[in-house]
């Protein structure tokens, strides 16, 4: 079964850092790319980054450049997100997602919610 | 950045009824390879999104085929031909022509009348 399982969410207080995981099976992980989406609470969905397979490219949406680092490990098979300097509107369900052909979403994790809070 | 539009933003659906939604993008998403990068989503509430629709009008593996999607350039549209109570939660249009970013639309939520 092709899984994604998140984790390393929380509570942590504006300008503090959290590093997310997300755990992949089932599937070749070092031959697909992988991004981060979130979704803020009763709100819709926003991609933020991706990386490709090698770890050759990285991107990231402007909301989060220059505080959040995504990375990979494939011979543990897991994505990883470094939040820094975090931010109210970093508040959301934080969801791990495959690339699939024809710039597919086709899986995602369950999601870990990261509230960020005073 | 291309700015992905959903009208209706919500919809009151009786059982067995069709539904239709419609999702504008800001530009073509015609790729330069010929494909169209255009994919629906849906979201049921608690749970993380599924694909329901790619390149337009194919269906992801598992969808039932009550689910089709049409359209080309800029204006695309998802429809169910018979609603069914499974069928309630959010549904996304999502652009991957022009990346990053990928985009999506603002969803629009589906319950059943």
């Known amino acids: 079964e092709v899984r994604l399982v998140e984790s390393g969410g929380g509570l942590v207080q504006p300008g503090g850092s959290l590093r997310l995981s997300c755990a992949a099976s089932g599937f070749a992980f070092s031959t697909y790319g992988m991004n981060w989406v979130r979704q803020g609470p009763g709100k819709g969905l926003e991609w933020f980054s991706y990386?490709?397979?090698?770890?050759?490219?990285?991107y990231y949406a402007d909301s989060v450049k220059g505080r959040f680092t995504i990375s990979r490990d494939d011979g543990k098979n897991s994505l990883y997100l470094q939040m820094n300097s975090l931010r109210d509107e970093d508040t959301a369900v934080y969801y791990c997602?495959?690339?699939?052909?024809?710039?597919?979403?086709?899986?995602w994790g369950q999601g870990t919610l990261v509230t960020v809070s005073s | 950045d291309i700015v992905m539009t959903q009208t209706p933003l919500s919809l009151l659906v009786t059982l067995g009824q069709p539904a239709s939604i419609s999702c504008r993008s800001s530009?073509?998403?015609?790729?330069?390879?010929?494909?169209?990068?255009l994919s629906w989503l849906h979201q049921r509430p608690g749970q993380p999104p599924r694909l329901l629709i790619y390149q337009i009008s194919d269906r992801f593996s598992g969808v039932p085929d009550r689910f089709s999607g049409s359209g080309a350039g800029t204006d695309f549209t998802l429809k169910i031909s018979r609603v069914e109570a499974e069928d309630v939660g959010v549904y996304y249009c999502?652009?991957?022509?022009?990346?990053?970013?990928?985009?999506f639309g603002q969803g629009t939520k589906l319950e059943i009348k």
């Open positions: 990386i490709s397979s090698g770890s050759v490219i990285m």
């Open positions: 530009q073509s998403l015609v790729h330069s390879d010929g494909n169209t990068y």
């Open positions: 999502m652009q991957g022509t022009q990346f990053p970013p990928y985009t």
């Open positions: 997602v495959r690339t699939g052909s024809y710039s597919t979403f086709g899986v």
